[in-house]
């Protein structure tokens, strides 16, 4: 975000954001949205700086940007007629099928619903599918393959940095053989599986849409390097260490350790922590074409634009507008969803995955 000069994450004050300077942020996030082209930078240190992005009306205008989806140009509705089955569960169900059936070599995974039921309640059905798409292809293209070869990959990028970071730790948890295990949902779920405070989610979503692709493994670090007390006083065993670690405190400074994630990627680059055998010898797909997307993310037409140019191309057409109404932002409908998302498990879309030519009354006998 900038002033007179640009700040970076760990340049905010600490504590919540005055009125004055959450109006400030929203001025510069709309001066950010209106340039041609758009001034993602700006967006994307807007999402990492305190607070992130404020509201899910900003979001539902930022994460296209930093995704580069042209909101003018969104996919069709996807699903069925409302009557066969509750909304939202129609909604989520239908966002993950349409972005499978789109891309047959992506593979579901235990988790993936958790983002998608994310980025539902924020946006509308329309913008979750188009969001979605393009996070399976970009961010979570790994998480994706039919093994878990590329996840564990990305797992891999953890203990290199604890060992930067405290070799003390490092060591600790070496002995105890706990692994990285107990950091797979965190990054596969970007955290939505684990945390239980929907706002704390939303801010971890404005921090990893910002960032780069392995930001989650980071943020990993940063929980673990916070934790460091707490880890050495515990029993040098895999069960001890792997039950306090898998178990997110509640009351975790989050932006603290969103600062501290981002220094950790500025200090220890993932260029220089690759040289390792381990990393050294596996090609990440997310990674590999992470800056070829940031370069085409820099160059996007406003909204005004985009806008005008498809009303000059389809004056005609019944859905001018961007987006379907939001779907319900209330706590019950959020524990709704929650719910649904527990019966969506692996093997539920597995079957599907390998059915997509999928009849109605077989989903339907899904849940």
């Not at 042209?70 to 509705?77: A, G, I, Q």
């Not at 994706?144 to 070799?167: A, V």
């Not at 019944?318 to 932002?329: C, D, I, N, R, V």
């Not at 079957?351 to 997509?356: D, E, I, N, R, S």
Request: hydrophobic share 45%.
């Amino acid at each position: 975000m900038s002033r007179s000069r640009r700040q970076s994450p760990g340049c905010v004050a600490r504590g919540e954001l005055l009125g004055s300077q959450k109006k400030e942020k929203r001025l510069l996030i709309h001066q950010a949205l209106t340039k041609d082209p758009v001034d993602v930078e700006s967006l994307r240190e807007a999402a990492l700086s305190q607070g992130g992005l404020l509201t899910d009306e900003i979001r539902r205008k930022v994460w296209p940007k930093l995704l580069g989806v042209n909101v003018y140009s969104l996919p069709p509705k996807p699903g069925m007629r409302s009557d066969q089955r509750q909304v939202l569960q129609q909604q989520l169900t239908d966002v993950i099928l349409h972005v499978l059936k789109a891309h047959p070599e992506l593979h579901y995974y235990q988790g993936y619903h958790d983002i998608a039921v994310t980025l539902l309640l924020v946006s509308s059905e329309r913008m979750a599918v188009a969001l979605l798409e393009r996070l399976s292809t970009l961010h979570l293209r790994d998480f994706m393959d039919p093994t878990m070869d590329s996840t564990k990959h990305i797992l891999n990028y953890l203990m290199p940095i604890l060992q930067r970071e405290s070799p003390r730790l490092h060591d600790f948890m070496q002995r105890a053989e706990v692994g990285t295990i107990f950091a797979l949902s965190w990054l596969i779920t970007w955290y939505g599986h684990v945390l239980s405070d929907f706002h704390h989610i939303l801010r971890l979503y404005d921090f990893f849409l910002a960032s780069h692709p392995l930001m989650a493994v980071y943020f990993a670090a940063a929980i673990v390097l916070y934790r460091e007390e707490e880890v050495l006083a515990c029993d040098c065993d895999m069960p001890s260490v792997h039950q306090l670690l898998s178990q997110i405190p509640p009351d975790l400074p989050y932006e603290t350790l969103v600062v501290r994630a981002h220094q950790l990627f500025q200090r220890l680059p993932h260029t220089e922590l690759a040289k390792q055998a381990a990393l050294q010898h596996h090609k990440s797909i997310a990674i590999g074409s992470f800056l070829a997307f940031q370069q085409a993310a820099s160059c996007q037409r406003p909204d005004t634009v985009l806008r005008q140019q498809q009303e000059h191309l389809a004056p005609s057409r019944a859905e001018t507008g961007p987006l379907l109404p939001p779907a319900e932002h209330s706590p019950l409908v959020k524990a709704a969803v929650w719910g649904i998302t527990a019966t969506l498990g692996a093997a539920a879309l597995a079957v599907t995955q390998t059915a997509l030519e999928w009849a109605p009354e077989f989903l339907l006998q899904l849940f």
